[in-house]
């Protein structure tokens, strides 16, 4: 098996796992993302409940070769709107007259992060090669 296609595959899988992890948490344990939810958006309960629905559907489509790329499109760019989110719980949080050292680490570390979740989508489902070559063989 060629490299990008072991990355590709491994990206696949932990993906996998994070977004169903992830969709599972926004359906059934709702109140940390409503908290983080800028005040714009409308229908908080309805918008989260749907998030976690769209994640656990986008993990099971990054297993399936028929919808695979498509998943990882649409999970790449549901990455990039749910981005005002992290912002906001990043401002929230170190705003407040007790920010820790850890707050700052993780909002310093999670936010740079997002382009980096944004590409995995795509190199997962197989929309994005970069910065591997395509392989002929790839069953991405």
């Not at 990008?4 to 992890?21: E, Q, S």
């Not at 926004?26 to 629905?53: E, M, Q, Y």
């Not at 559907?57 to 998943?71: D, E, H, Q, S, Y």
Request: proline share 9%.
């Amino acid at each position: 098996m060629a490299s990008a296609d072991l990355w590709r595959r491994r990206c696949r899988i932990g993906l996998a796992v994070f977004y169903t992890v992830a969709g599972i948490l926004h359906v059934f344990l709702p109140a940390p993302f409503l908290s983080i939810t800028p005040a714009w958006v409308p229908d908080a309960d309805d918008v989260i409940f749907l998030t976690g629905l769209c994640e656990i559907a986008g993990a099971i489509g990054l297993l399936m070769p028929p919808v695979r790329r498509f998943a990882g499109v649409a999970l790449a760019l549901y990455a990039v709107l749910v981005f005002p989110a992290n912002i906001k719980h990043a401002l929230d949080s170190l705003s407040g007259p007790l920010v820790s050292p850890w707050q700052w680490l993780y909002h310093g570390v999670r936010l740079p992060l997002q382009p980096v979740i944004i590409w995995l989508a795509g190199f997962a489902g197989g929309a994005v090669s970069w910065p591997f070559r395509r392989s002929q063989n790839s069953d991405a």
